[in-house]
């Protein structure tokens, strides 16, 4: 038996939709509702959400034998939708591989989001198994559903952070082996032109009336509590150092992470979140911004061989 999973085309969509509904119209009968959105949903609408987003298809012997899709917000939260299997394929671990499949392609995000009925059990408990935890139950339809998240980063344990008003992350594929430590300090200790741009917003930092930076401060090993660079070290284990400040017109929090990669050398992302508290954090931060992606993109990208830059509002 071959089997693949890949991106679906614009072709690939009628057949898709047709398993969607065929795999749904088995929970419509289950909950005793044949007017749930899966069955309602037309062609128009799934291929708006192609172009908006990830459809994979699962490919067995020729055969669509289910699908996934998902889209990334600009708070890089990666909404995962219609994990769908045709009855006739179901229980062979096709859901799970679709799931870890359409994940990967979201390396960027903080964090999974998806919605399963209280109806159908079996699913809930297959993404409990992938990592996601029930947060919240709504109505959706007349149907009782379960909100589920799989957090991807300390970020998403940050308090003062109820509404990101501002997200970004830059990534670098470095070819050294680098701690979370050593890639923060690579990362931070900026070269002069940056420094220069630094004391430039200190300038515009005190004419709003905001915080100036402290000296930098570097170490072989940052604990909670401690400085880090310019900035406060608010989280940590041993793959993401995240770092925070509070004033009074906004709270930011910046995260450094660093994953092994399987052919040797670190993946390194930094990811800034940003939330205003009034309308003047707003104006100062359209200020810097240009000035932080700068400044933030040109050091991450001094370790990198590769680099990549998404996810920005």
């Known amino acids: 038996m071959e089997i693949t999973i890949q991106q679906a085309s614009v072709a690939d969509l009628p057949l898709i939709l047709d398993v969607q509904k065929r795999a749904f119209s088995v929970i419509a009968k289950a909950i005793g509702n044949d007017r749930i959105q899966p069955l ?30 998902a889209y990334l917000d ?12 045709d009855p ?14 359409i994940e990967a392609y979201f390396p960027t995000c903080l964090k999974f989001s998806l ?6 059990p079996f699913t809930s408990r297959l993404y409990q198994k992938m990592g996601y ?45 680098l701690t979370v430590d050593e890639a923060l300090s690579s990362v931070f200790r900026t070269p002069r032109w940056v420094n ?42 041993d793959r993401e150092i995240v770092m925070s400040d509070t004033d009074s017109h906004l709270n930011f929090a910046v995260s450094v992470s660093v994953t092994d990669l399987p052919q040797g ?24 911004r240009p000035f932080h992606r700068l400044i933030v993109h040109r050091s991450v990208s001094r370790l990198a061989k590769t680099k990549n830059t998404v996810g920005t509002r």
């Open 88 to 101: 006739d394929f179901q229980r062979q671990g096709i859901g799970s591989a679709l799931l870890a499949e």
């Open 196 to 237: 220069a741009l630094l004391k430039l917003r200190d300038v515009v930092a005190r004419s709003f009336g905001l915080k100036t930076a402290p000296a930098a401060q570097f170490s072989d090993h940052y604990v909670v509590g401690g400085k880090a660079a310019i900035f406060n070290v608010s989280d940590r284990d």
């Open 133 to 177: 935890q029930t947060v919240s139950k709504d109505e959706m339809g007349g149907v009782t559903m379960w909100v589920m998240e799989k957090p991807m980063s300390l970020l998403c344990r940050q308090k003062d952070f109820g509404r990101m008003d501002y997200a970004d992350c830059h990534s670098a594929r470095s070819e050294r082996s």
């Open 265 to 288: 050398g670190t993946d390194v992302r930094v990811t800034t979140i940003v939330h205003f508290n009034n309308r003047l954090g707003k104006v100062y931060f359209s200020v810097i």
């Open 74 to 85: 600009s708070a890089l939260v990666c909404h995962v939708g219609k994990l769908v299997v």
């Open 115 to 120: 919605f399963t009925s209280e109806e159908t």
């Open 40 to 69: 309602r949903q037309s062609l128009r609408e799934l291929q708006e959400e192609n172009r908006c987003g990830i459809v994979l298809k699962f490919v067995s012997d020729g055969q669509i034998a289910g699908s996934i899709r």
